[in-house]
């Protein structure tokens, strides 16, 4: 199974969506000249496509195990790869340069992560998490923490966990039940159970830095009384701390990544620094998976994109059947219905790689200085972005499935692995259901719709300048659309208080409205700056014809998943019986 | 992970569906008072439950194997398991009573069908091969070889299989190239590779009667110039055919069922006999298949009744987050957007499971006279019922996953085995592309919509009858979606000649419109059916809640689906170049 990165697309975006002018606006890309910016993408294709990409299979079927002394070890050649990544430099690519990392801007980031995830997503699993923890420690202004392992941390010697989810806390953590108590010293002992902890335990790193909720005693019940703890696998060189890895899920996808149960502290409890202040755990960790959605997005983005890449090279090549016109023999990609399937997919993932984009590069501007509405607009997409993403590459994984027949529910072609691996994506970081509510709650109702409103105002702009002929039919249900679904939230803010179960049971068909239509803002916007003096040969003369296609296909659900939000209420009190 | 049979749903449809009197009204429910119905039906619910529900895990653990004599071994506990299922007569349950079977109607069996697949799907895929055997041979008049072979079919001592598939023959079965030359006895020397063969070998009957497409010397090239021969395993106690599994496919889901490479003939060729006349092959197959598509459609019905039944179960017990608007812990089943997934899932399954027996019932009616309108409908609706239900299951599986959040992904739950297991469904017997175009083509174009116009109209009559007052915001929605869908038949007809792209490239499109309003159809019966004096606590009270919630989230796909219906041509121009 080939894959490459889409380096033709990215090409595009610099030239003609966020080019250099753009970029030279902020302070991220200041050192960074076009010829840097890419050699930095060529040298990560390559070793995605080199290194990574030929791990991925063998870490599906070989998986991870516990050895005799319970730690766990990595499929074969992974630890080699690592080792390689980490040389490279790719582990301080995000990093601050005061700790020795790169500081690369997260639009290039977010292209690179694309490669790593499309290559290997089980493998690339981990880095996003040593990324976060960073942002994290900074966050709670941890700056001891930071000195002792954020130099490591970047140059991987130094892994990091993300350790929330517990038996009885899964998107409620609030029920996180893991206890700290002040050591005398400054420091916690800390004990309790997490389970799903991805990269949990490992043989890829030296060192694990856990970032653990916990409560320290008397602390308020639910959400608010979370501390965040930072508990290190090794104390000094050799000496362990009480942190163990009790169990490695058995997974429909992702083997090649660890899932682990961790105990810790299973005697007197594990030694744990707190991170920032008491009981302010929480929003210290919302940093942390608010950066992991758009890295979420992106994974399902790479995922597809390499299925996309399978089936349309299956496509060309199979012959089946007759061609409905000449009626002469033909291959898969001759039958329009076979056609529609390649469309669906490219149109969409092409449209939220853009998508983000789009949001990382936003991120960058917000960073340099404070913008607003920029930062509105980030906060109100990211949530849209990471789930109809998610949601998305799971429906075109199946169709990835459907191009191949008979061979795509046959483990030996790949595409299966990839269906099994992104099922994951709608439920990690926040299910589909927590972001259309965080969507809902906090994006819409608060500000009662202000950012929305800016929104739709840039849409509706964006879509004004675009005039390619190739678009005219198109165009204008795109606008008609985008109407649709301003009057549909506009409706849901005045109803929402006297129909609270329409607002929640609704919420994710208004998210759905919403990707869609930000998918197809994100087309327009290429087709308004493809460059006209480009020859027919080259890969961007395809942008019509693909947002024509994403109209076709996807468009129409705007209208549908509107009428599901109206609706949302209907049906309710089924009492759902079972016994039969 | 429990499993019960919807005994409940089967109650009430043949209480107030397919009544007494209209089962009367078919001879092959002649000699089956409600009684012996009701004690055929729990006795196949007992079974189902306790012998063949238990071994779908190990099923999917084991998988198959094959020993060091080249035999495929099923998972442990299966030849047991099939030997009860013998014993208990259920093999010979629709077979001819003839041949020693029960020919039980098509109906009761139906129904039977949905509980071994939602037992063990994998289990469950031989029967219908059995079955469908004796079909082809019965329609190809083959009476010697039912002689010889369909007692033992009968009795479970032989199996069948369907051998169609080639390396380069999947769903253009004209480039079938397996050979079968006269062996100067009447019999022919049969040799050829053929692939993705379910239960090819197995060691749960003594004997395989494989169906094979072959194509003898000078026949017509393509599917025109196939004919069917039967291929025993052995030729006498003891004498084996040269018929040799040569590999056993790893597949996504299905591990128990063996999906084999056989080699016909490596030699001199297999022994094979000739069922019907030369070149004749095609449409006696097409008979088994027909067949079969009913039963691949109760697959999908009865695994994702599975799967619901799972999902409610930890919906009512898992107890994560607050109430939207009380603000108390709740389970998940009371977070609307956790109830409306069960709604959709629960709503779907009904219907679609309705929807079966439907189409069972007419197939009754047809096999006792002739009954060219009710024909008409099964043909036009039998590629619908079998490409949307395993679409809409597949789906819902996804659904199920999303229930359980992070423990979904785990395979430990059993849902992931599931959603695997479905992903077949859309492939197999004709995969989704293939349905729809069977559909648009052969239903739809060669008679002009006459026989759909009939349909419509009998939905409309239906319609008209449904009074419940629970369901008036909903009725008119169905009927402006029903008008919706005729009018795009219309004109995908009238426009067919001049636009062939968009009928090909947009026949799913339609095939799902088409789905969506014969579930709403189905749905709709069974409210106007409920008796007004069952009490509250009667399951059937659910009925007016879950066809308003089938109409919230299902109802609005007819029209996005005749909107890409509308546009299938749009795009599909593009190059999708891949080189980056």
């Known amino acids: 199974m080939v894959y490459h990165p889409p380096l033709a697309d990215i090409r595009f975006v610099l030239k003609h969506l966020i080019g250099p002018q753009q970029r ?150 609030g029920r996180v039940a893991t206890k700290a108590v002040p050591a005398g010293d400054g420091r916690y002992r800390l004990s309790g159970n997490k389970i799903y902890i991805t990269y949990g335990d490992h043989d890829l790193a030296a060192g694990i830095l856990h970032l653990v909720l916990a409560r320290v005693p008397d602390a308020p019940a639910g959400s608010r009384g979370l501390s965040l703890f930072a508990v290190p696998s090794h104390l000094d060189v050799g000496q362990r701390n009480a942190v163990t890895c009790t169990g490695l899920e058995h997974k429909l996808g992702l083997h090649g990544s660890p899932t682990c149960s961790l105990q810790f502290g299973a005697e007197e409890g594990a030694l744990a620094y707190l991170v920032g202040t008491l009981h302010q755990g929480l929003p210290i960790m919302f940093v942390m998976m608010n950066a992991a959605r758009l890295s979420v997005g992106m994974q399902a983005v790479g995922v597809i994109e390499r299925g996309y890449q ?42 939220l790689r853009l998508l983000g984009y789009w949001l990382a590069f936003q991120q960058d501007r ?89 929104w739709v105002d840039q849409v509706a702009a964006d879509l004004e300048l675009c005039r ?54 994100q087309l327009v916007r290429a087709v308004t700056a493809m460059d006209s003096t480009a020859p027919a040969t080259d890969p961007q003369a395809d942008l019509p014809d693909l947002l024509n296609a994403y109209c076709a296909q996807f468009l129409p659900d705007v209208g549908a998943h509107l009428q599901r939000l109206q609706r949302a209420d209907w049906g309710q009190a089924a009492r759902l019986a079972v016994e039969q």
């Open 24 to 173: 030279a606006s902020v302070p991220a890309f200041a050192d960074l000249d076009e010829d840097t910016v890419d050699a930095i993408l060529q040298e990560a294709a390559r070793f995605a496509v080199e290194v990574l990409a030929p791990l991925q299979r063998v870490g599906d079927q070989q998986g991870c195990r516990l050895d005799e002394q319970g730690r766990v070890r990595t499929p074969e050649g992974w630890t080699e790869a690592f080792a390689q990544f980490r040389a490279a430099g790719w582990t301080a690519a995000r990093a601050p340069q005061e700790l020795g990392g790169q500081a690369l801007p997260q639009l290039l980031a977010t292209m690179i992560t694309e490669f790593w995830q499309g290559a290997n997503m089980a493998f690339s699993l981990l880095q996003p998490l040593t990324d976060g923890a960073l942002e994290a420690l900074a966050e709670g202004g941890a700056t001891d923490l930071l000195d002792k392992y954020g130099p490591g941390l970047t140059q991987g010697e130094w892994a990091a966990t993300m350790a929330l989810t517990e038996p009885a806390a899964g998107s409620d953590l």
């Open 310 to 351: 399978t089936a349309l090279g299956w496509a060309r090549e199979r012959r089946q059947g007759h061609h409905p016109v000449t009626g002469e023999s033909a291959v898969l990609i001759e039958h329009p219905d076979v056609k529609r399937l390649l469309l669906r997919i490219r149109s969409q993932t092409l449209a």
């Open 366 to 454: 917000v960073a340099s200085a404070a913008d607003v509405p920029a930062q509105g607009l980030v906060d109100l997409l990211t949530p849209v972005f990471k789930a109809y993403a998610s949601e998305a590459a799971n429906r075109l994984a199946g169709d990835v499935i459907q191009i191949f027949g008979g061979l795509g529910f046959v483990e030996e072609t790949g595409v299966a692995q990839l269906y099994r691996d992104l099922r994951i994506s709608t439920i990690y970081e926040g299910t589909t259901g927590i972001q259309a509510q965080d969507l809902v709650l906090r994006k819409l109702l608060r500000d009662q719709g202000t950012v929305f409103q800016i």
């Open 468 to 521: 390619h002929p190739q678009v005219t039919v198109a165009m204008p249900l795109i606008s008609s659309a985008l109407q649709q679904l301003d009057r549909g939230v506009r409706t849901l803010l005045q109803t929402s208080a006297e129909n609270p179960i329409r607002l929640h049971g609704g919420s994710v068909a208004l998210l759905e409205a919403m990707g869609v239509l930000a998918s197809a803002w």
